[in-house]
């Protein structure tokens, strides 16, 4: 266990209460850096009807080549009032010379994916490398997301999905506003 009384465990250059620099790797995704909240509609052959849902998603980033990104999500109902919990995602995103991206992103549900792409100052567009299910998890072969920064405070997200025997199409979009 660490003593307080003694020094810290990190170099003064990296105290956990002070953001660390972005490695320059980081560059073309800088403007993701943040808290961003909005909402979005979805839809899919296998479901009754569209629906709308509001998302939450950070990225962060600890000085070193990679951004930890996580994305929540609540169905809303007809008033935009929250009905329940849906979508959560975790994950890293390493960034590579050239402003190439591979993304490692998992699900509670089983999901696991592995996407790779490009970033440019203003936009990240992911493909589906690999996908990996646990034994239960519902059937996923592919994703494509798109997330685009419209002005310094406004990001887009667009998702297609192939699931469940379906091919590649459109699934989710959303508008969300900077929060932090």
């Given at each position: 266990?660490f003593d307080?009384?003694?020094k810290p465990p990190?170099?003064d250059?990296?105290r956990p209460d002070?953001a660390p620099?972005?490695?320059?790797l ?5 403007g ?8 979005g ?6 479901l009754?009807?569209q629906?709308t849902?509001?998302q939450e998603?950070t990225?962060?980033?600890?000085g070193?080549?990679?951004l930890h ?15 329940r ?13 050239e ?8 699900q509670?549900?089983g ?5 790779v792409g490009?970033a440019?100052?203003?936009t990240?567009d992911l493909?589906?490398h690999e996908?990996a ?15 685009t920064?419209?002005?310094e ?6 998702h297609?999905?192939a699931?469940?025997g379906?091919p590649?199409?459109h ?5 969300l506003?900077?929060?932090?």
């Amino acid at each position: 266990m660490f003593d307080h009384a003694q020094k810290p465990p990190y170099p003064d250059a990296l105290r956990p209460d002070e953001a660390p620099a972005p490695h320059a790797l980081l560059a073309p995704v800088l403007g993701l850096l943040g808290t961003w909240a909005g909402q979005g509609s979805g839809e899919y052959p296998t479901l009754d009807e569209q629906f709308t849902y509001a998302q939450e998603v950070t990225f962060s980033h600890d000085g070193r080549p990679f951004l930890h990104y996580e994305a929540r999500a609540w169905l809303l109902d007809a008033d935009g009032s929250p009905l329940r919990p849906s979508a959560r995602e975790s994950g890293w995103w390493r960034l590579q010379p050239e402003g190439r991206v591979e993304a490692l992103i998992t699900q509670p549900t089983g999901i696991t994916e592995i996407s790779v792409g490009h970033a440019d100052d203003r936009t990240v567009d992911l493909s589906t490398h690999e996908v990996a299910l646990t034994p239960t998890a519902k059937e996923v072969t592919a994703t494509r997301r798109r997330y685009t920064l419209t002005d310094e405070d406004t990001l887009t997200f667009v998702h297609d999905l192939a699931a469940v025997g379906r091919p590649l199409q459109h699934h989710l979009s959303a508008r969300l506003q900077r929060r932090g």
